[in-house]
């Protein structure tokens, strides 16, 4: 469910009932448009980037990007160089062009990270990274050129 709503301290923004978050309020600055979906979730195309709280603190490394549109998914992401600080992504120019990125500046990129229970880690797809436009809140998830060198399932850390 999404309604319109206006606070003294944001500009129009949004609330959403999230399966894994509860009611968030959500302010437009927070508010990502993919101009494709997200693979797996073709209806999809706006969410929000929220932060990450852990043990009372935000993790300045880690994200929940919550959809705003049905089934209201949420995805926990990382920042690519949190991951792996020697990421070298070779990004293709119409990925770039498709959002307006002009400087590798403009951007932030994320990986969206899967909890597996078999073999009880966490691992990052760093294959296919979200490329985030952070001044005009577009985002695209893209395929490396280089996507070769990295691993759909590249492991963050065991799980306690």
Not at 38 to 51: E, M, Q, V
Not at 53 to 62: I, T
Not at 101 to 108: G, M, R, W, Y
Request: charged share 20%.
């Amino acid at each position: 469910m999404l309604n319109v709503v206006q606070g003294p301290w944001r500009k129009v923004g949004t609330t959403v009932e999230s399966p894994l978050l509860g009611h968030v309020d959500i302010g437009h600055d927070q508010i990502l448009e993919f101009r494709e979906a997200i693979a797996g979730f073709p209806g999809c195309r706006r969410y929000a980037l929220l932060p990450y709280h852990q043990s009372g603190r935000v993790d300045p490394d880690m994200q929940w990007l919550q959809a705003l549109e049905a089934p209201f998914h949420t995805f926990l992401v990382t920042d690519v160089w949190s991951a792996d600080p020697d990421y070298a992504p070779d990004i293709h120019d119409a990925d770039a062009d498709l959002i307006g990125v002009s400087s590798f500046e403009d951007i932030a990129l994320y990986a969206i990270v899967t909890v597996s229970r078999e073999t009880n880690e966490l691992t990052a797809n760093m294959r296919a990274p979200l490329m985030v436009r952070r001044d005009v809140l577009t985002a695209r998830q893209i395929m490396l050129r280089n996507g070769a060198l990295y691993d759909a399932r590249h492991r963050l850390c065991d799980l306690p």
